[in-house]
């Protein structure tokens, strides 16, 4: 069973992916800020990141860099719900920073499990 660290600050979106998630196999992490999803990062060994951007403590972009510090070969899908001119063309940007994808919301159940299969399928296993 793999297990993925979903970060978003919005209860009801954590809570949807989350039986979503579960829904197909998965065990879920869930974090509500980008300070917590780092602690639990370190704490736990985990398959893949899904992490929204704007979140209050530390936003996603900076969570995005301290896992690619920490663990560079973790996938990390990127989401937002932002504005289009703006979140949009960052969701773009956030590959440079080294996300493995991005993700607009509002977003189907296909279009999410696309991507986290995906990212699964392309990391090397997990050792240790």
């Known amino acids: 069973m793999t297990t993925i660290l979903l970060v978003d600050d919005d209860a009801l979106i954590r809570r949807a992916l989350t039986l979503a998630l579960e ?12 300070l917590e999803g780092a602690r639990q ?11 929204d951007i ?22 990390v899908i990127v989401m ?22 991005a993700l607009a919301k509002p977003f189907s159940l296909d279009e999410l499990y696309g991507l986290v299969a995906a990212a699964l399928a ?3 296993p997990r050792t240790g």
């Open 23 to 34: 829904r197909i196999g998965h065990a879920v992490l869930t974090a509500e800020n980008g």
């Open 41 to 51: 990062a370190r704490e736990a060994a985990i398959d893949l990141a899904i992490v």
């Open 54 to 75: 704007h979140m209050p403590e530390m936003d996603g972009l900076e969570l995005l860099v301290q896992l690619r510090a920490t663990a560079p070969t973790l996938p």
């Open 80 to 101: 937002s719900g932002g504005d289009q001119t703006r979140d949009l063309s960052l969701l773009k940007d956030v590959k440079l920073l080294g996300a493995t994808a």
């Open 122 to 124: 392309a990391r090397a």
